[in-house]
C-alpha cells in the first residue's frame, strides 16, 4: 500500500513585521490594544509591489526541498493554494515550477479554496501519490492578501498578511497522512468575499475583501470542533495520541474556542497568528514549519491541521510526521 508522508517544510515572511502601533502612524484608525485583545494579532508582513505569491512561493519551496533532502528534479506535481495569484492565468504552480527550473514530467496547477486552500491541495496531493500516479508533491500556500484589502475598512485590513508555507509530500511504505476531511457550503458566500472579476479591462464589482466578522467567528468554531473530531474518528486513534495541533492562524479567539469546544490544552496548539496575522492558505504550512524548525514538532510525533475560509470550505488532515 501506498501513503504519502511530509518529507520536509519551509516558509518565508517577506520583509519587515509591520506592528499594530505602525499601522496607526500609516493613519489606520485603530489601536494595538484594540487588535491585539480582539484577534492576538500583533505583527504581520507585506510583500513589496512587484514581489508576488510566486516569488514567496518560491523561497518556502526550495527550503521544503532542502528540508526533504530531494532537489527540485525530484519533484512530479506541484500545486499552489492561492487566492491572490499572480495573474488570472498561468497558474501560479506553473510559475513556480519554472522558478525551480522543471521543465518536465511534473504536473502544475492551483487550488482555490481560500484560507482552507492548504488542506484542499494537500488532500489532492495525497490522493494524487496514493494513486501509484505521482510520487513526490511540493505543496504550497502562498498569498499577498494585502493586496485585495481597503485600507479605509480598519474591520478587515488590520487582520491579513502576506507570506507562504510548503511541504513535499513524498510516497512512503508508512503512513504519513492518516484521514483527511473536506467541506464546504457556498450558501455562505457573502459573509466573506471579494466580489469582483476582471472584464473588458476594468475590475467590475468590488476587488476587496468583505468580511461579517461575527458570522464567521460563530460558524468557525463550530466547523473547526466538528471536523476535527471527525479526523481523528476516521482515523481510529485516541485524540489523547495527538501531540500538536496546527490551526488556520485567522484569529487567536477561534483557535482558542475550537480547542476548547474538544478540551484541548493550549499548549499543544501551534500558534504563529500573533507574528504574521491571517496569511489565509499560507497559515497552517508557516505554523507547520515554525513549529518543525523550532524542534517542538518532531520526527514521529502526531499532528491534526485544520482550516476553515472564504465559501465557506473547510477540513482538517491527521498525519504522523
Ligand atoms: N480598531 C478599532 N476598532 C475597531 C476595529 C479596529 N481595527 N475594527 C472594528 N472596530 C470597532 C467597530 O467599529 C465597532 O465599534 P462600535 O461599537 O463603535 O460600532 C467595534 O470595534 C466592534 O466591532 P465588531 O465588528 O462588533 O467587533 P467584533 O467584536 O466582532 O470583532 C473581529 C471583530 C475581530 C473581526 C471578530 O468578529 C472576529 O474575530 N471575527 C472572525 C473573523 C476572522 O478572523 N476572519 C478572518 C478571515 S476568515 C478565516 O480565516 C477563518
Same mark, same amino acid.
Given at each position: 500500500?501506498?501513503?504519502? +508522508?511530509?518529507?520536509?517544510?519551509?516558509?518565508?515572511?517577506?520583509?519587515?513585521?509591520?506592528?499594530?502601533?505602525?499601522?496607526?502612524? +500609516?493613519?489606520?484608525?485603530t489601536?494595538?490594544?484594540?487588535?491585539?485583545?480582539?484577534?492576538g494579532?500583533?505583527a504581520?508582513?507585506?510583500?513589496?509591489?512587484?514581489?508576488?505569491?510566486?516569488?514567496?512561493?518560491? %523561497?518556502?519551496?526550495?527550503q521544503?526541498?532542502?528540508?526533504?533532502?530531494c532537489?527540485?528534479?525530484?519533484?512530479?506535481?506541484?500545486?499552489?493554494?492561492?487566492?491572490?495569484?499572480d495573474? %488570472?492565468?498561468?497558474?501560479?504552480?506553473?510559475?513556480?515550477?519554472?522558478?525551480?527550473?522543471? +521543465?518536465?514530467?511534473?504536473?502544475a496547477?492551483?487550488?482555490?479554496a481560500?484560507?482552507?486552500?492548504?488542506?484542499?491541495?494537500?488532500?489532492?496531493?495525497e490522493?494524487?501519490?496514493?494513486?501509484?500516479?505521482h510520487?513526490?508533491?511540493?505543496?504550497?500556500?502562498?498569498?499577498?492578501?494585502?493586496?485585495?484589502?481597503?485600507?479605509?475598512?480598519?474591520?478587515?485590513?488590520?487582520?491579513?498578511g502576506?507570506?507562504?508555507?510548503?511541504v513535499?509530500?513524498?510516497?512512503?511504505?508508512?503512513?504519513?497522512?492518516?484521514?483527511?476531511?473536506?467541506?464546504?457550503?457556498?450558501?455562505?458566500?457573502?459573509?466573506?468575499?471579494?466580489?469582483?472579476?476582471?472584464?473588458g479591462?476594468?475590475?467590475?464589482?468590488?476587488?476587496?475583501?468583505?468580511?461579517?466578522?461575527?458570522?464567521?467567528?460563530?460558524f468557525?468554531?463550530?466547523?473547526?470542533?466538528?471536523?476535527?473530531r471527525?479526523?481523528?474518528?476516521?482515523?481510529?486513534?485516541?485524540?489523547?495520541s495527538?501531540?500538536?495541533?496546527?490551526?488556520?492562524?485567522?484569529? %487567536?479567539?477561534?483557535?482558542?474556542s475550537?480547542?476548547?469546544?474538544?478540551?484541548?490544552?493550549?499548549?499543544?496548539?501551534?500558534?504563529?497568528?500573533?507574528?504574521?496575522?491571517?496569511?489565509?492558505?499560507?497559515?497552517?504550512?508557516?505554523?507547520?514549519?515554525?513549529?518543525? +524548525?523550532?524542534?517542538?514538532?518532531?520526527?514521529?510525533?502526531?499532528?491534526?491541521?485544520?482550516?476553515?475560509?472564504?465559501?465557506?470550505?473547510?477540513?482538517?488532515?491527521l498525519?504522523?510526521?
Amino acid at each position: 500500500m501506498i501513503f504519502a +508522508r511530509i518529507a520536509g517544510t519551509g516558509s518565508h515572511l517577506p520583509g519587515e513585521p509591520v506592528t499594530n502601533d505602525d499601522l496607526v502612524r +500609516r493613519g489606520i484608525d485603530t489601536s494595538d490594544e484594540w487588535v491585539t485583545v480582539r484577534t492576538g494579532i500583533r505583527a504581520r508582513h507585506f510583500a513589496a509591489p512587484g514581489t508576488n505569491s510566486s516569488d514567496l512561493a518560491l %523561497i518556502a519551496a526550495r527550503q521544503a526541498i532542502e528540508a526533504a533532502g530531494c532537489s527540485s528534479a525530484d519533484i512530479d506535481l506541484i500545486i499552489v493554494a492561492t487566492s491572490t495569484p499572480d495573474f %488570472i492565468f498561468p497558474s501560479t504552480a506553473t510559475l513556480v515550477q519554472a522558478g525551480l527550473g522543471i +521543465r518536465n514530467n511534473c504536473a502544475a496547477f492551483d487550488v482555490q479554496a481560500v484560507c482552507c486552500g492548504f488542506v484542499y491541495a494537500l488532500a489532492t496531493a495525497e490522493k494524487f501519490i496514493r494513486s501509484g500516479s505521482h510520487r513526490r508533491a511540493l505543496v504550497i500556500g502562498a498569498e499577498v492578501f494585502s493586496r485585495i484589502l481597503d485600507w479605509t475598512d480598519r474591520s478587515t485590513c488590520v487582520l491579513f498578511g502576506d507570506g507562504a508555507g510548503a511541504v513535499v509530500l513524498e510516497a512512503s511504505d508508512e503512513p504519513g497522512v492518516r484521514a483527511m476531511a473536506l467541506h464546504a457550503d457556498g450558501s455562505h458566500h457573502p459573509d466573506l468575499w471579494v466580489p469582483g472579476n476582471v472584464a473588458g479591462g476594468q475590475v467590475m464589482g468590488d476587488p476587496f475583501l468583505r468580511m461579517n466578522g461575527q458570522t464567521v467567528f460563530k460558524f468557525a468554531v463550530k466547523a473547526l470542533d466538528e471536523v476535527m473530531r471527525e479526523v481523528i474518528n476516521l482515523a481510529g486513534v485516541p485524540q489523547e495520541s495527538i501531540d500538536w495541533f496546527v490551526p488556520h492562524q485567522a484569529n %487567536i479567539r477561534i483557535i482558542q474556542s475550537s480547542a476548547k469546544h474538544l478540551g484541548l490544552p493550549m499548549e499543544k496548539v501551534v500558534t504563529t497568528v500573533g507574528i504574521h496575522g491571517n496569511t489565509s492558505a499560507a497559515s497552517i504550512p508557516l505554523a507547520l514549519d515554525c513549529a518543525v +524548525r523550532d524542534g517542538r514538532i518532531r520526527p514521529g510525533q502526531r499532528i491534526v491541521l485544520e482550516g476553515i475560509g472564504g465559501g465557506f470550505a473547510w477540513g482538517a488532515a491527521l498525519i504522523d510526521v
